[in-house]
């Protein structure tokens, strides 16, 4: 299936208005990108929980059919949304598996709310808490675009799609964003 190369906002307007084509569109731009996450941040030892891939296909699912419960409130809330679910479904499954008698203690394992991201393993624990800082001083446009870049992985053209902008300038925005960051750090 092609991916559309309409923005997030509009194919859930359109998800709305009963297009199931849009809904489809959806399902395989974010497929992917929640695949990527789940597989990059979720830990080692619960990877054999359930298949990943499954507990991705679920939760994007479970969004897409509770679509009249979600609010936009500028572009990622969609991936963030789904993000969330996707968590959920992981403690779910956790939970699960404590009931049939293994030992797993969900409060210990580090899901990707809880364990370290890429920029703090590159950063630090005190430098992370800088760039949050000055990461909440952003607009929260940008401050949108730099998450799915760095949190979700996500590519120029794969942002620009999510938000209706050319690559090129979403990357221009990103790169300004940072360097408001640095400067904001630096003056610390």
Not at 22 to 31: D, F, H, T
Not at 60 to 69: C, G, I, S
Not at 89 to 96: P, Q
Request: with cysteine; aromatic share 4%.
């Amino acid at each position: 299936m092609t991916v559309s190369a309409e923005p997030t906002e509009q194919l859930l307007r359109r998800i709305r208005a009963g297009e199931a084509d849009a809904k489809q569109s959806l399902y395989a731009r974010c497929l992917p990108l929640l695949q990527r996450w789940a597989h990059a941040r979720l830990p080692h030892h619960s990877r054999d929980v359930a298949d990943t891939d499954d507990l991705v296909q679920v939760a994007l699912l479970r969004a897409l059919n509770h679509l009249h419960e979600f609010e936009a409130n500028g572009s990622g809330s969609f991936l963030a949304y789904l993000r969330q679910i996707l968590l959920n479904e992981v403690r779910a499954e956790l939970r699960k598996r404590q009931v049939r008698g293994d030992k797993i203690d969900i409060d210990t394992v580090p899901l990707a709310d809880e364990s370290e991201s890429v920029v703090e393993q590159l950063v630090g624990h005190e430098r992370l808490r800088s760039f949050e800082r000055a990461l909440a001083q952003l607009e929260r446009e940008d401050q949108s675009l730099i998450v799915m870049r760095l949190e979700l992985g996500m590519s120029y053209a794969e942002i620009g799609l999510d938000v209706g902008m050319e690559p090129n300038s979403v990357r221009m925005r990103i790169t300004r964003a940072f360097k408001k960051i640095a400067d904001r750090i630096a003056a610390e």
